[in-house]
């Protein structure tokens, strides 16, 4: 509790700028159960953005943990969440699920530069497809189907201008007036075009081809990011070989994996561990060796570490 206020107090003494929000991934219970639970997190999403000093660029709401790309002040963003545990927590013990817990917290990172913008874009949009949920346009609790898709511009929901005042505070809970083209969706409820701001994401991915090789294949950027947010990446085998041939053709003159000499696929093991900070068992999937050997090479005094001088 001490360590969730100091982080609080942390947060609030930072000026504006971008970050990313990503909340504690909560292993006893969930945010979400259901698909009109997902639809109040959406909606809970786009009111930050009338209630708070705040512009949203990207989210993602998984089952137990929700991501943000946002701008503003880390007192306004810190602020933000508190209003969307609050309300949410409301909606689970209405519903009959256990609330969240009261140290329930959140991690905010400063995004600095436009590549740690890229990468962040990169990281919200792959986290559904690194959980083989489906691929990132194709999930519909988040902004990702936004990004280089038609999609965005053809889903239609009914525009606030055309609903009651009545209705509209029921549906959202909330008098605070709702901007006239904000869209709600009878399903997904309130369209995430109505308040993300996708014109950075255009400013940074000028080219669908560019979005689409990235988001598969930086794999050094979401290891790099997924240990600032503490995050566990599982990957494909399929993956793992592609990440394996990459690096063997960096270090051995574009030489792939079954071309390696036994001493140089050695280093290759030593390298990956050190890049990607994958387990002796993913090395063994992607360097197509037993475990045991992998682990012979991570501590051998003439192929380990040391001798290759890789941290």
Avoid at 45 to 50: N, W
Avoid at 142 to 155: D, K, P, R
Avoid at 175 to 187: A, G, N, V
Avoid at 201 to 214: C, D, G, H, N
Wanted: charge should be positive; aromatic fraction near 12%.
């Amino acid at each position: 509790m001490a360590n969730f206020r100091k982080e609080r107090f942390t947060y609030k003494t930072w000026g504006n700028g971008y970050y990313h929000l990503s909340s504690d991934g909560w292993q006893e219970g969930k945010l979400f159960y259901n698909e009109s639970q997902y639809s109040y997190g959406m909606l809970l999403i786009g009111i930050l953005t009338l209630r708070f000093k705040i512009t949203i660029y990207d989210f993602t709401l998984m089952d137990n943990h929700v991501h943000i790309l946002l701008s503003g002040t880390g007192g306004e963003c810190t602020n933000a969440f508190d209003y969307f545990r609050m309300k949410l927590t409301a909606r689970l013990v209405k519903d009959g699920f256990p609330p969240l817990p009261v140290e329930y917290g959140f991690k905010l990172t400063p995004i600095t530069d436009e590549e740690q913008m890229r990468v962040n874009f990169l990281y919200l949009d792959r986290n559904v497809l690194e959980r083989g949920i489906c691929l990132p346009g194709g999930y519909p609790w988040g902004a990702a189907y936004l990004h280089c898709s038609l999609l965005g511009e053809f889903l239609h929901g009914v525009p606030a201008c055309e609903m009651s005042k009545n209705k509209l505070e029921k549906i959202c809970g909330s008098r605070i007036p709702i901007p006239p083209h904000w869209e709600f969706h009878p399903q997904l409820g309130l369209l995430p075009k109505s308040f993300v701001d996708s014109s950075l994401f255009r400013r940074l991915f000028p080219s669908p081809k560019e979005y689409q090789t990235r988001l598969v294949k930086d794999y050094e950027a979401f290891v790099k990011l997924g240990r600032v947010m503490e995050d566990d990446l599982n990957f494909s085998k399929e993956e793992l070989r592609d990440m394996a041939n990459q690096l063997a053709r960096d270090l051995f003159a574009g030489k792939r994996v079954q071309a390696l000499s036994h001493e140089e696929k050695a280093k290759l093991c030593v390298s990956l561990e050190g890049r990607y900070g994958l387990s002796p068992a993913q090395l063994a999937t992607a360097l197509s060796l037993s475990e045991y050997l992998v682990r012979q090479i991570l501590s051998s005094k003439d192929y380990g570490r040391k001798h290759w001088n890789v941290p």
